[in-house]
C-alpha cells in the first residue's frame, strides 16, 4: 500500500460514501451537504490525475456556486420535509436497485480490464509533460481558443440564454402581481 | 501524478454514477432527483479527466470544463422551473405530477 | 366479298331491317305508339321478301362442285385477332340457312301481324316490338353466322331476348320468376356450349363451320375428342331447345304473351339448338354412335315424357308447351340416327302448326278473357268459328293424321329411325306418336268440341283482322305443307331432302314395302290416339270411362299431373342447396368468419393497446425507470458485442 493509493482509498471512501449518505439521507438539506463532501473529494482526485485547473474550477463553480444555488432554492421553497418511506410505485425501488446493482458490476469489469493500460506508463508521462511544460492552464487555454473554439463560444451564448430564460420564468408582472411562470402553472386545485 | 492505475478512478466514477441513476428513481422531491442528475454529471466529469490521463493530452479536461459550464446552465434553468411549478405547494412531490397518462 | 355461286351480298341486309327496326323502335318507340307494331311488322316482312330474293338467287346459281351445293360466304368484318386467335365475323348463306331465314321472317312476320292485334292497348306496346324484332336480328344471326361465335352472339341474343319477352309484364312476380329461370338455365347450356367451342378451337384452331366440317369429314378431329366436343355443343342444344334435363323453364315460360310463345317457344329459338347440331352434322358423323346415341336417346325420352305430362295439363298454354319440348324431342332423335335434313322438314312443319295453334289459344283467350283452363271451355268452335277451323288444321297436322305437314315429317323420323336398325327407338317414338294425337285431340275436342261451354262474363268471338290474318295463312301450311317434303313416288318428292342433302348428307331411310309398312303404322297409331281422345272426352259416358281409367291408372296419372315431379326434385336436389350455400356463405363464413377476422384484429388491436397504455402512468419516475432500463440494456449489449 503506497502513499498514493492510501490517499486514493480516502477519496474513494469520501466519494462514494457521501453518494450512498445523499440516497438515505431524508431531510434535503443534508443530501445537498453530502453531494458537497462528494463533489471535495471528486476535486481531490482530479488533482491526484494531473487536472489542476478542473480541481480548481470544480471547488468554486460546483461546490462553491451551484450547490449554493440549490441551497437557496431548498431553503425558499421551504421543501426539506421529509419523504414518505413508503414507496408508492409498486417494484420503482426493486428494479432501480437491481439494475443498479447490473450497471455497477459491469463497469467494474470494464473498468478492471484497465487496469493494467498504458497510462501507467505513456499516459501519464505525456500529461506530466504537457502540466510541466506549458502549464495546465496554459494549455488548457490554448486548446480552448484554438481547437474548440466554436463550443467556447456556443457555451457562451449557453449562458447567456440561461440568464435571460431564468428572468423571463421568475419575473413578476405588476405590483403584486404573478410571474409568467405561475401563470403558466397549473391551479392548484385541478383534481389528480 | 498519483501512481495508482486509472481503472481505480474509472470504477469510482462508474459506481458513483450508478447511485446517482438509483437516486433518480428513489427519490421523489423534485430537488433531490436534480442533485443525484448533478452527482451523475461529476461522475462523468472525473471519468473524462481520467480518460484524459490514460490517452496523455488535455481534450478531456476541456470536455469536463464544457460540462461544468453546461451543467450550471442547467441547474439554474431547472431549479426556475422547480420553482416555478412547487412555489405554491409547500411540497415538492414529483408523483403529484401525474396528468399526462392514459 | 361473296364467293362464286352467288351474290349474296344481300345477306346482310336480311339481319340489318329488323336490328334497325329494333333501334328505332327502343329509342322512339314512344313518340311512334300505335304505328312500332305496323313498322316492326314491314321490317320482318321486308326481311322475308329478301330472303325469298336470295332463295331464288341460289337456287337459280351455278353449284358448287358435284355436291350441289350452294354457298356464298359473306365476309363483315375481322372482328377478334389476338395472337393465334382470330375470328372474322360473316354470313355463310347455304340451303340450310336459307331454308331456317325463311321460316324465322315468314313465320315471324305474321306472328308480328297477330301481335299488333293482340298486343293493343298494352302500354308497353313499342318496347314489345322493339324486343320482338331485336329477337329476329339476333336469330337470324346465329342462323347466318359463318362461325360458331357469330352463332354464339346470335345464340346469346336470343337467349336475352327471351328473358325480356317472357318478364315483359314483369309486374307480375310469376313472369318474372320463369323469365329469370329461363335465363339460367340456358346458361348452363351456354356453359357447355362454351366449353364445346374452347374445345373445337383448340383441336381445330378455326371456329368457322367450313373449316369445321372439312377437318371432321377428313377425319382431323379425333373420335375421342370429337363425342366430348360433340356432347358439349348438344349440351348447349340441350339448354337452348329445351331437352332433358334442362326443359324445365320451357312450360314456365308461358308466362309472356302467347305470340312470344308461339315465336320464340315453338318456330324458333327453341329450333336453334336442332339448327346447331345440323350444321355440325360431319362432327357428329365423325364422333360415331356413341354420341348420336346420346343425342337420339335424349330426344327420344323426351318426347316421351313431355307428351306424358302434356296428357295431364290443363293450361291449354302448357299443353303446347310440353308438346313443343316432346316435338323436340323428335327432332333430336332423327338428327341422333343421322338423318339430319328430316330433323330440319321437322323442325319446318312444326314451326307451322305449332306456332298456329299458340296464336290459335291465344286468341282463345282474348275471346275469353284470358282464361286457360280447358276444364271452363268447350264447344268454342261454334262461336268461334274461324279460330276453330284454323286450330283443327294445326291438330290434325300434329296428330300425324294424312295429308298434313304433320304426317309426312313425323313419319319420315319414325321410318330412318326404323332403318338405323335402333328398333327401340322406334317403338318409343311410336308410342308417343299415339300419346301425341291423344293429348292433343284431348285438348282440340275439349276446348272446340261438344257443349258450349264459357267461363263467367265472357263473350267469346273471333278475334279481329289482324289475328285471323296470321291464323289463316299458317292453317294453309299446316295443310299443304308437307309438299315440300312427301315421300318417294309422289312429285315433288323429296324436295326439301333433296334441297339440303348438299349440306346436310343424305339420311338413310327405308324404301319399298318397309317404306309403307311403317307409314300404316304410324297412322293407325295416330288413329289410336284420337279414338281414344275422342271417347274419353266427346263421348256422353267419357266421364265415367275418365274416372274409371284415372283410378286404374292412378299412380301415372298422378305423376303426370305433378309434371313428373321434376320441378320438385330440381328445388330439392339443387335449388335449395345453392340456397342453403348461399346463406352459408353469408351468415357463417362472411358474417362470423371473416367479419370475425376483421373485427377480431380491430378488437386485438384494441386489447394490445389497452395493455399497452397502462405504460404511461404519468409518474415521471417510471417514465426515468423506463430510460435506465434501456440504457443499462444498451450498455450490457454493447460489453457483450465488444467482448475482450
Known sequence: MTVDFAIFAIVFVVALGSSMAMLFAKNAVHVALFLVAAQVALALAFLLQGAFFIAAIQIIVYAGAIMVLFLFVIMLLGVDRRDALVEPLAGQRALAVGLGLLLAAEIVYVAARGVDLVAATGGDRALGAINEDPGNVVALARLLFSRYLLPFEVTGVTLVVAIVGVMVLAKRIGRMGTSVAERTEPREEVPV | MTSVAPGYFLALAGLMFTVGAVGVLVRRNAIVIFMFVELMLNAVNLMFVTFARMHGNIDGQVVVFFVLVVAAAEVVIGLAIIVAIFRRRADANVDTANLLKW | MSEQGFNASLAPLIIALPAASAAVLLFFGRRLGRASGWIATGAVTAAFVVGVVLFTAMLGAEAEHQHNLRRAAVSLFDWIRVGDFSVGAGLLVDQLSMTMVLVITGVGALIHLYSVGYMQGDERYPRYFAYLNLFVAAMLILVLGDNLLVMFVGWEGVGLCSYLLIGFWFDRSYAATAAKKAFILNRIGDFSFLLGIFLLFGVVGSLAFTDINIASAEGGIGAGVAVIATLLLFGGAVGKSAQIPLYVWLPDAMAGPTPVSALIHAATMVTAGVYMVARLSPLYEASGSDATNVVAWIGAATAFLAALIAAAEYDIKKVLAYSTVSQLGYMFLALGVGAYSIAIFHLV????????????????????????????????????????????????????????????????????????????????????????????????????????????????????????????????????????????????????????????????????????????????????????????????????????????????????????????????????????????????????????????????????????????????????????????????????????
Open chain 3, 349 to 644: 312443319t312444326h314451326a307451322f302448326f305449332k306456332a298456329l295453334m299458340f296464336l290459335g289459344a291465344g286468341a282463345v283467350m282474348h275471346g275469353l278473357n284470358d282464361e286457360v283452363d280447358m276444364r271452363k271451355m268447350g264447344g268454342l268452335r261454334k262461336v268461334m268459328p274461324r279460330t276453330g277451323w284454323s286450330f283443327m288444321m294445326g291438330w290434325l297436322a300434329i296428330s300425324g293424321v294424312v295429308p298434313f305437314a304433320g304426317f309426312f315429317s313425323k313419319d319420315a323420323i319414325l321410318a330412318s329411325a326404323w332403318a338405323s336398325g335402333q328398333y327401340a327407338l322406334w317403338i318409343v317414338g311410336a308410342v308417343t306418336t299415339a300419346l301425341t294425337a291423344f293429348y292433343m285431340s284431348r285438348l282440340y275436342l275439349r276446348v272446340f268440341e261438344g257443349d258450349l261451354v264459357v267461363p263467367e262474363g265472357a263473350h267469346p268471338h273471333d278475334p279481329p283482322w289482324t289475328m285471323t290474318a296470321a291464323l289463316v295463312p299458317l292453317a294453309l301450311l299446316s295443310l299443304l305443307g308437307g309438299i315440300i317434303n312427301l315421300p318417294e313416288g309422289l312429285p315433288s318428292a323429296l324436295a326439301l331432302e333433296h334441297l339440303l342433302d348438299p349440306v346436310l348428307g343424305e339420311a338413310v331411310v327405308p324404301h319399298g314395302n318397309t317404306a309403307w309398312l311403317l307409314a300404316t303404322a304410324a297412322l293407325v297409331l295416330s288413329a289410336l290416339g284420337i279414338v281414344v281422345a275422342r271417347g274419353l272426352y266427346l263421348s256422353l259416358d267419357g266421364e265415367d270411362r275418365r274416372s274409371r281409367l284415372v283410378r286404374r291408372l292412378h299412380p301415372l296419372v298422378d305423376a303426370a299431373r305433378n309434371k313428373l315431379y321434376v320441378d320438385e326434385t330440381y328445388e330439392t336436389l339443387v335449388l335449395q342447396p345453392g340456397r342453403d350455400l348461399a346463406v352459408f356463405c353469408a351468415e357463417t363464413l362472411d358474417k362470423r368468419l371473416v367479419d370475425g377476422i376483421v373485427n377480431g384484429i380491430g378488437r386485438m388491436l384494441g386489447a394490445v393497446g389497452e395493455v399497452g397504455r397502462r405504460v404511461q402512468t404519468g409518474y415521471v419516475r417510471s417514465y426515468a425507470a423506463l430510460f435506465f432500463v434501456g440504457a443499462v440494456a444498451l450498455f450490457s449489449i454493447l460489453l457483450l458485442k465488444v467482448g475482450t
